[in-house]
């Protein structure tokens, strides 16, 4: 179901309604490339890095976490089909990840599911449709913004 990538940041972070402090989650054992290795030329060197501030949620941009979806797999490019056990480690009201896709699709097309696994054994699902929840993380010409 996973068309193109989850994650631009490597970290997510959870944020308490109480005190509205974000607390990050790193995920660095889990990101396939660092943004910093790209070269200028080179399309991932153009995302922005470090400490940023997305609609009042800190996220550290570093690195990306790339799935294998089926653009990817016709252009002979192979990643992981999922990544799991991702511990977050504490109670959380809220959990924001920043991700996005690396191919246009038509809006409302599922592209990936994250999974919740919680410690007294509750599983939730969330599906992400493009369009909806997500799009290309760039804008290719013919895509509508």
């Not at 994250?114 to 909806?132: C, H």
């Not at 929840?133 to 010409?141: A, I």
Request: aromatic share 10%; net charge positive; with cysteine.
């Amino acid at each position: 179901m996973t068309r193109g990538f989850v994650a631009v940041t490597i970290w997510m972070l959870t944020a308490s309604t109480l005190a509205q402090q974000f607390h990050s989650v790193d995920i660095t054992p889990f990101i396939d490339r660092p943004l910093s290795s790209y070269k200028p030329n080179e399309s991932w060197a153009a995302p922005p890095r470090g400490l940023q501030t997305l609609e009042g949620v800190p996220f550290n941009i570093v690195g990306k976490i790339e799935l294998t979806g089926l653009g990817a797999a016709r252009d002979g490019r192979f990643y992981p089909t999922r990544i799991t056990g991702i511990p977050v480690g504490r109670k959380a009201a809220r959990l924001h990840v920043l991700h996005a896709c690396g191919y246009a699709d038509r809006d409302g097309t599922p592209v990936a599911q994250v999974i919740m696994n919680y410690a007294d054994g509750e599983r939730y699902a969330v599906p992400l449709s493009y369009g909806v929840h997500t799009r290309n993380w760039y804008v290719e010409r013919v895509e509508a913004t």
